[in-house]
């Protein structure tokens, strides 16, 4: 798993419509950087990638969640 590969704290969802999000904190933006990058290389296709600053303090682990209808 790419969060695991470089220590990430977030999550990651399935859309409403059908697209993937995800959250990844890091107190190393090199870490977080190499993770983009493993996202947008594949096996899946990436349209979109949207940096948006959250509150460090907001995940103390990463969670995968199946569905979430309000990203």
């Known amino acids: 798993?790419?969060?695991?590969?470089?220590h990430l704290r977030g999550e990651v969802w399935n859309g409403a419509d059908?697209?993937?999000?995800?959250?990844?904190?890091?107190?190393n933006q090199a870490a977080i950087d190499q993770a983009i990058e493993?996202?947008?290389?594949?096996?899946?296709h990436v349209d979109k990638v949207e940096i948006l600053p959250v509150e460090e303090s907001e995940y103390g682990g990463?969670?995968?969640?199946?569905?979430r209808f309000n990203s």
Do not use: D
């Open 1 to 6: 798993m790419i969060a695991e590969a470089h």
């Open 18 to 27: 059908g697209g993937v999000g995800a959250i990844f904190q890091s107190a």
């Open 38 to 44: 493993r996202l947008k290389s594949g096996p899946g």
């Open 62 to 67: 990463f969670s995968i969640t199946f569905t």
